[in-house]
C-alpha cells in the first residue's frame, strides 16, 4: 500500500484555481519529483498536503484519512508533523541565534543527541554541529534544513526547491544526500528547478502547469513528453530524449566530446 494517497485535490484562493484535480502516490521510501514552471502549482499542493492551505479532495498517509470523505475539520500541520509527514521550505528558516545542532534539537524533542550528531554527519555538516549557523555557506544551510526534517524520523519529508540558490556542485552534493535518505527508507516528495537534479535522482515524476496535471511517469518518459516538452522542458530536453532513443549510428567524432555536458 502507499504511504500518501492524494486523489482530486483542489486548492482555491478566492475565485483563482490553484490546483486543479490533482492525485498522486508515494510509495514508502520513494523519491518522487514534482515539476512545473513558476506558478503551476507545485509549493501549495506540498501546503496542502502537510496542512497549510485549505483544500478539498482525499488525502490519506499511512493509515489515517488528512482531508476528504466526509472530514469535517483539517488536520493541522502540527499533527501531521507528529504522523511523520515532515517538509522543508523554500528558504533555510534556521534559527539564527543557535547552534547547527541544537536547530536539529528543536525539531528532534525525542531524539538523543548522538543520533542528531550523526544525522548532521550523514549530511556531511558533521564538523559544524557545535557552531552558529551563521557561519554555514548557503548550500550548507540547505542540508540543515534537510538535517531539521530528518530530526523528528518522520516516514515521508516533502522538500520545497532544496536546491534553490545552490551551484552546480553544491546541487549535486544535495542530491547525493536526498538520495540516500530516500534508500535508507523516508520517502521524499521533492519541488525542483534543477532539472539536472531532479532527472538524475527521482524514480517517478509527476507534471503541473497552471494546477493541472500534465503527466506522469518515469525520468525517460517524462523527458520524451511532447506536452512537458513545450510546456517546461523545452528544445534542449527534447534533443536529449531524441538522442536516448536513437541507435548509435556513426562513431563519435572529435566534435561530439563533451556533448551532453
Known amino acids: ?26 510509495e514508502p521510501g520513494q523519491l518522487v519529483g514534482l515539476i512545473g514552471p513558476n506558478g503551476a502549482g507545485k509549493t501549495t499542493t506540498i501546503d496542502a498536503i502537510t496542512g497549510f492551505v485549505p483544500s478539498t479532495g482525499s488525502i490519506r498517509f ?23 509527514l515532515a517538509r522543508t521550505w523554500q ?6 541565534d543557535l547552534t547547527v545542532l541544537e536547530n536539529l ?19 556531511d ?25 530528518l530530526a523528528s524520523n518522520p516516514k ?8 534553490a540558490g545552490l551551484d552546480t556542485i553544491e546541487s549535486q552534493h ?3 544526500r536526498i538520495r540516500a535518505i530516500a534508500d535508507a527508507g523516508t520517502a521524499v516528495l521533492l519541488v ?40 517546461y522542458l523545452g528544445k534542449r530536453h527534447e534533443k536529449d530524449a531524441a538522442d536516448e532513443q536513437a541507435p548509435a549510428a556513426r562513431a563519435p567524432s572529435d566534435g561530439d566530446a563533451g556533448a551532453g555536458a
Request: aromatic share 4%; hydrophobic share 40%; glycine share 14%.
Open 174 to 176: 544535495l542530491g547525493t
Open 192 to 231: 525542483d528547478h534543477d532539472m539536472g537534479l531532479v532527472l538524475s535522482i527521482c524514480d517517478y515524476l509527476y507534471v503541473l502547469d497552471f494546477g493541472v496535471m500534465i503527466a506522469k511517469g518515469t525520468t525517460s518518459q517524462i523527458r520524451a513528453d511532447s506536452r512537458v516538452i513545450e510546456a
Open 62 to 84: 499511512g493509515d489515517v484519512r488528512l482531508a476528504g470523505q466526509g472530514q469535517r475539520r483539517r488536520i493541522p500541520p502540527t499533527a501531521r508533523a507528529r504522523l511523520g
Open 1 to 26: 500500500m502507499s504511504l500518501l494517497d492524494v486523489e482530486g485535490l483542489t486548492v482555491r484562493f478566492g475565485g483563482k484555481v490553484a490546483v486543479d484535480g490533482f492525485d498522486l502516490s508515494v
Open 125 to 149: 555538516v558533521g564538523e559544524f554541529a557545535d557552531g552558529p549557523v551563521s557561519s554555514l555557506s548557503h548550500g550548507q544551510r540547505k542540508l540543515v534544513g534537510v538535517g531539521r526534517a
Open 105 to 123: 534539537q528543536v525539531a528532534g524533542e525525542r531524539t538523543d543527541e548522538a543520533t542528531l550528531r550523526q544525522m548532521l554527519a550523514d549530511l
Open 156 to 163: 515521508m519529508i516533502c522538500m520545497d526547491e532544496p536546491a
Open 91 to 96: 528558504g533555510a528558516d534556521l534559527f539564527g
